[in-house]
């Protein structure tokens, strides 16, 4: 369970701030690959989710550790 002090972000907020649709980010909560909740009827991502997410598989393509500067909200 995330902690209650992060802020849980819409689908909308993370497909905006990796540049795909909401659709992409849809297709990835439903596969599993990326974390979600639901929160009053509406999916919720925690910033965590999407830190696992991006180290697990956009970025091992990366040959340093440069990613880590992101700043994700």
Same mark, same amino acid.
């Given at each position: 369970? !995330?902690?209650? &002090? &992060?802020?849980?972000?819409?689908?909308? &907020?993370? =497909?905006?701030?990796?540049?795909?649709? &909401?659709?992409?980010?849809?297709?990835?909560?439903?596969?599993?690959?990326?974390?979600?909740?639901?929160?009053?009827?509406?999916?919720?991502? !925690? !910033?965590? =989710?999407?830190?696992?997410?991006?180290?697990?598989?956009?970025?091992?393509?990366?040959?340093?550790?440069?990613?880590?500067?992101?700043?994700?909200?």
């Amino acid at each position: 369970m !995330p902690n209650i &002090e &992060e802020v849980m972000h819409t689908i909308k &907020e993370v =497909a905006t701030y990796l540049k795909v649709s &909401e659709r992409t980010i849809q297709r990835l909560i439903k596969s599993g690959q990326l974390r979600a909740y639901t929160v009053g009827g509406q999916r919720r991502i !925690p !910033p965590a =989710a999407l830190r696992r997410y991006l180290d697990s598989s956009v970025l091992d393509n990366l040959d340093d550790d440069s990613w880590r500067q992101l700043d994700l909200f």
